[in-house]
């Protein structure tokens, strides 16, 4: 595989540092709102290089996304909320959870949260190591990082360095690259903000120590393989996570840096600042699934910004339809034999799809392939030049191409699951037999009117009476 590296700027051959297992952070969500389908645009991305990397690349997988608990934005919420800091988090931390369950992104193997007591700990001994390497130094309780004294700072956010302000401080977590300056690694205890002393003094951690800490302890040893995010954490965020990283073990932290472009909003960043946000559940409530959604936001290359609409997300699920149609299609096909040139042109577009994946992670490309994949068979079917003994080869091409951007098996997911409590449509159904027993076929009718309304046909078959989606 090859990847675009912001550290070098250029597309590189990818391969794990260690054997056969890669090792990779992301800088998961700050838990201070529910996600934002702008978040979700990097959550996804992030979804779909771990799945071209397990199922295009053969890699295995020790992925890494932690949850921001502790940061100026979440102290600020749960003061507004009335509520500790821990338990104001929980109800992200749960709702991002169910999010990215809806939106078919695989469960990564660590979610730690930067207020788990090891991580605190580990966070400490890093400022620690950094303090026995002449990087830091303290004033009323505050620890700083001192960037003068890292020759190396500012080199993947590319820096100039004659505009670095040495000896001026930052205390917040996010400012811009006019104002690069020595940040905080942990800052002394304000009234009414949490507070932990695991060794640097009463205080708590800053933003960037945060990831610097939680990465090195779960995935081991630097360099680990890739670090993830947004672009917008391209600085400060990643500038200081190196900063720290490589100022407390001498090495270097990360081989790749990997970050997604913005989704957009009118042509501006979907950011909650802003206020253009859109959630998940806007979504659904707009009658859209959330298929389409994750079609729309990995269907563009991860380098290119996304111009986020609800007309996209029309032409999405259009999009869906064609190959859900496709298959159906496919799946109908009775009697006939095996035909080469199918397997033959089934066998090259798995070939080019992988091929486009490995190109530094190329989608849209991807499903370039798929469609004329789709275009080609559907003429080959018109001609009877597909027999049913080709289908599950097809079948198998799409399941792989499906193993990387996960969107064919979420609609199968949402199509088993009813739009409305499985209770009240056996409900219905009930009372929709019972009206008909008694011949009140107007009311029957009413019932079945009412369920189609919320998404729900009823079909009579001799074993009675099921259920499907609309
Ligand atoms: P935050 O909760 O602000 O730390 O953001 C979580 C992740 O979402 C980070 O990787 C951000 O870079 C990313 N992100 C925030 N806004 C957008 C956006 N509009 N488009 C894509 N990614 C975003
Ligand atoms: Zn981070």
């Not at 360095?161 to 917040?172: C, L, N, P, T």
Request: proline share 4%.
């Amino acid at each position: 595989m090859r990847l675009y590296n912001t550290l070098t700027r250029q597309v590189e051959p990818f391969a794990p540092v260690r054997n056969n297992t890669v090792r990779m952070y992301t800088c998961g969500l700050t838990v201070y709102a529910r996600g934002h389908i702008g978040n979700f645009r990097t959550f996804v991305g992030v979804d779909v290089l771990r799945r071209a990397l397990k199922y295009v690349g053969g890699f295995q997988m020790h992925h890494v996304m932690n949850f921001t608990d502790v940061d100026d934005k979440t102290i600020t919420g749960a003061e507004k909320a009335g509520l500790p800091l821990r338990e104001y988090t929980d109800q992200y931390i749960q709702a991002f959870r169910e999010d990215a369950l809806a939106l078919g992104i695989e469960p990564v193997e660590d979610t730690p949260r930067a207020t788990d007591p090891e991580n605190l700990q580990a966070m400490a001994d890093m400022i620690k190591q950094l303090g026995e390497h002449g990087h830091t130094y303290q004033t009323d309780g505050s620890i700083y990082f001192k960037i003068a004294t890292l020759p190396t700072y500012g080199k993947l956010a590319r820096l100039d360095h004659e505009g670095i302000q040495a000896g001026a401080r930052v205390d917040s977590d996010e400012y811009d690259k006019e104002n690069a300056r020595d940040f905080v690694l942990w800052k002394a205890t304000k009234p009414g903000e949490p507070t932990w002393d695991v060794g640097c003094g009463p205080g708590r951690p800053g933003w960037h120590i945060e990831c610097s800490a939680m990465a090195l302890r779960l995935l081991g040893e630097s360099p680990i393989d890739i670090h993830t995010g947004g672009v917008d954490l391209v600085f400060p965020h990643h500038e200081n996570e190196i900063a720290q990283s490589e100022g407390a073990t001498g090495k270097e932290f990360s081989k790749f840096w990997f970050h997604i472009e913005h989704l957009l909003v009118d042509n501006q960043k979907m950011s909650k600042s802003v206020g253009n946000v859109y959630t998940v559940q806007d979504v659904l409530d707009r009658g859209f699934r959330l298929s389409a959604l994750r079609y729309i936001l990995l269907s563009a290359y991860y380098r290119k910004q996304l111009n986020f609409t609800w007309v996209g997300l029309e032409q999405a699920e259009e999009s869906l339809r064609r190959i859900t149609d496709f298959l159906g299609r496919v799946g109908g096909l009775s009697g006939g034999v095996a035909h080469v040139e199918v397997a033959t042109r089934v066998a090259e577009a798995v070939q080019r799809f992988d091929a486009a994946l490995a190109d530094d992670l190329n989608t849209a490309a991807g499903l370039g392939e798929l469609f004329d994949l789709i275009r080609a068979l559907n003429i080959a079917m018109d001609a009877r030049q597909v027999g049913e003994a080709d289908a599950p080869g097809i079948q198998a091409a799409f399941d792989h191409f499906d193993q990387v951007l996960g969107v064919l098996s979420l609609r199968h997911a949402e199509e088993a699951t009813p739009p409305i409590p499985q209770a009240e449509i056996d409900a219905g159904i009930e009372a929709r037999q019972d009206a008909r027993r008694r011949r009140d076929f107007a009311e029957a009718d009413r019932i079945r009117q009412e369920l189609l309304d919320k998404g729900v046909i009823l079909e009579d078959g001799p074993k009675g009476t099921r259920w499907k989606r609309r």
